[in-house]
């Protein structure tokens, strides 16, 4: 047990000693309301204040916990240790910076309810985000904070308080398109052949002609061998369905087509499923329920997880659209333009509506790289695996959560993926053992 005194503590307060030493340091809490009253406490002790003067494990504070609005915040750093930064800077406190404010500002997304020009699919831009200029988004700063918050404590007590984050990586899928030609009816199939021969594609012209005479396999239907890798190296995906109406950005089969009705209910003796809404659901809210739906009916399961399709979402509407949907768990929180921990976190936390100053029952679950990324970075394959390997390897040390977004497609190794069809499987291997 730790006892804790914060004056005139907030959510705020609440919300982020919560999630860094319950949830991820595994310690027990108790609130004292008044300094006389955690002096006749027996055991550990800690205050988080503007001051104090006393025998307890005292970490000082800046004003952004007490804070009961939304305004910019000026962000200076502090050498911590090596390349990993402290911000909130303090003079004469235990520490040189304040780590709950610093958690606190990176996981709330503060910066995200502040105004921003969005980019062309209406997201937060990653250029935009203070992690991303100081070229510090590779680094999970608050796994490095808590576990060295933990030693402190652990130091200053005498006793083996709480304990270590350990590493967990869990692997993730999009089928944005279960198939490249298979299942897609007469009219698509004859429009996607008249464009390839405007374009003069002819290697996309063979490609379509041999998988219609069952001459080579469809590229994208990669479903099998993505089952056996991960039989192979016992790791269970998290597998989520683009089911919208057809669109200029969704493109999967229709929800009633029976093959992918099949391959989905396939999947779900393997994955575990969630939703993928669609690129109009950013929008139209009543689409995430209605998509939803769809995949329920199919697998005949409640779904709870989801991952926004293009990862569009604006907070906090996009997540209190999923919490009204019925969804408690969602993986969208990550950068499409490069990689990286968009909340500063290696590991899942719970959704904290800022504008309402409310912790809610949605719980998070960061990614930190993905395949589409990989590419649009022009890595290589082999500097692809090399690039995921130190974040791996990143989260391996501080210990938490590890997760990565792969799509069907890349493991068939054809198109713009020519020369991937080995990627996923050297980064599983990486990533698991």
Do not use: C
């Not at 305004?71 to 240790?81: C, D, G, H, S």
């Not at 003079?91 to 606190?104: E, Y």
């Not at 509506?353 to 960061?366: G, I, S």
């Amino acid at each position: 047990m730790l006892y804790v005194y914060i004056p005139d503590r907030t959510p705020r307060h609440e919300y982020i000693v919560h999630l860094l030493l319950e949830e991820l340091l595994g310690i027990p809490v108790e609130y004292v309301t008044e300094p006389a009253e955690l002096q006749a406490k027996e055991g550990p002790k800690l205050v988080y204040a503007r001051a104090y003067q006393g025998p307890a494990f005292f970490l000082k504070a800046v004003p952004l916990l007490w804070e009961k609005d939304i305004r910019p915040q000026a962000i200076e750093t502090v050498a911590w240790e090596g390349a990993v930064p402290g911000i909130f800077p303090v003079d004469g406190g235990r520490w040189a910076f304040d780590p709950l404010a610093a958690s606190f500002w990176l996981v709330s997304r503060y910066e995200e309810y502040l105004p921003f020009v969005p980019d062309a699919h209406g997201r937060f831009p990653a250029e935009a985000s203070w992690m991303v200029q100081q070229q510090l988004q590779l680094h999970p700063l608050v796994n490095h904070w808590v576990r060295r918050l933990l030693t402190d404590l652990r130091t200053h007590f005498g006793t083996e308080l709480g304990k270590m984050p350990t590493y967990t990586f869990r692997t993730t899928l999009d089928i944005d398109n279960a198939f490249a030609f298979q299942h897609k009816g007469f009219y698509r199939a004859g429009v996607g052949t008249l464009a390839a021969m405007g374009r003069r594609d002819f290697r996309m012209l063979g490609a379509r002609f041999n998988v219609a005479l069952q001459k080579t396999h469809d590229p994208y239907d990669t479903h099998q061998k993505l089952r056996r890798l991960h039989e192979k190296y016992h790791t269970k995906p998290f597998v989520f369905w683009l089911l919208g109406d057809y669109g200029p950005f969704d493109k999967n089969l229709s929800h009633k087509n029976p093959a992918l009705q099949s391959l989905i209910r396939q999947s779900a003796l393997h994955a575990d499923l969630g939703i993928h809404p669609s690129y109009a659901s950013l929008s139209k809210a009543a689409l995430i329920v209605k998509e939803k739906k769809r995949l329920e009916q199919i697998v005949h399961q409640p779904i709870i997880r989801s991952r926004q399709h293009y990862l569009r979402m604006q907070l906090p509407r996009t997540y209190r659209d999923l919490l009204a949907a019925g969804i408690r768990g969602d993986y969208t929180m990550g950068w499409a333009t490069t990689s990286g921990f968009r909340a500063g976190l290696a590991a899942p936390f719970l959704f904290y509506d800022l504008a309402k100053e409310e912790t809610t029952k949605l719980r998070v679950f960061p990614f930190a790289f993905m395949d589409a990324t990989l590419l649009k970075m022009k890595l290589t394959p082999d500097a692809a695996v090399a690039h995921v390997g130190e974040i791996v390897d990143a989260v391996k040390q501080t210990g938490g959560w590890l997760s990565g977004i792969f799509h069907n497609e890349s493991p068939g190794g054809w198109g713009e993926w020519e020369g991937w069809g080995d990627v996923y499987e050297a980064i599983l291997q990486k990533a698991v053992s």
